[in-house]
């Protein structure tokens, strides 16, 4: 499972280095060539006015928006349920929050909505009426983004968080009524003090299976 990276603020000096992202990112794979993705990416003021908003509504106690996807399915079975309660605990636990310490954890998760302090932010959008093929080809489309980010010296961090705050977002960004916000997406330059363990991931022999032996 990823890092959560501590993106820094400071001077945005690389649109240059994002329309080389992009424009080669769009030849990521996907089923007939349909290219599903709608991506926006939003610096300077429009971004602080989204992490403004969203500041705003947690100080509030406003409620997540009607979830527009099921992130997770309801009853996740095993291992991904053990998985996903390791990364918890990992995560939480670096910052020294207990497990029952509810309200420390919604501040620790509220760092999500400030994009981890990062200069920059792109936000992805699906058709309504794509399936889900259509949306593994987004999946791929962000993985790509996000190495030809590494390419050009900045660091990233996907963000399905950002789908609970979507009409915060659509103020802001007015996207079509047939998209659907698939997540956001921090980026900026790493954090060089930066501590964070990486998390475990399973063993080769649990995702793998070898057919003719390597």
């Not at 099921?70 to 497990?99: C, D, N």
């Not at 981890?116 to 962000?142: E, H, K, N, T």
């Not at 698939?182 to 330059?189: A, D, N």
């Amino acid at each position: 499972m990823k890092r959560t990276p501590r993106l820094v603020p400071g001077s945005w000096t690389r649109p240059a280095a994002l329309e080389r992202v992009l424009s080669a990112a769009g030849w990521a794979p996907c089923g007939s060539n349909i290219q599903p993705w709608h991506a926006y990416v939003v610096t300077g003021a429009p971004l602080a006015e989204i992490k403004k908003r969203a500041g705003e509504r947690l100080a509030s106690g406003d409620p997540w928006d009607e979830p527009e996807y099921e992130m997770y399915p309801a009853a996740l079975k095993s291992p991904y349920r053990e998985r996903r309660s390791a990364f918890g605990e990992q995560r939480y636990g670096a910052l020294g929050i207990p497990r029952e310490d509810l309200e420390a954890r919604q501040r620790a998760a509220a760092a999500n909505w400030d994009c981890f302090g990062a200069p920059g932010a792109l936000f992805c959008y699906i058709d309504r009426d794509m399936d889900r093929p259509q949306w593994s080809d987004v999946g791929m489309y962000l993985q790509t983004v996000m190495l030809l980010l590494r390419a050009e010296g900045l660091h990233s961090c996907p963000q399905m968080a950002w789908a609970k705050f979507h009409r915060t977002v659509g103020e802001v960004l007015s996207p079509p009524d047939e998209l659907v916000l698939f997540c956001g997406m921090s980026i900026g330059f790493e954090g060089v003090t930066a501590d964070d363990a990486r998390i475990g991931r399973a063993s080769l022999d649990e995702m793998v299976a070898c057919v003719d032996g390597l």
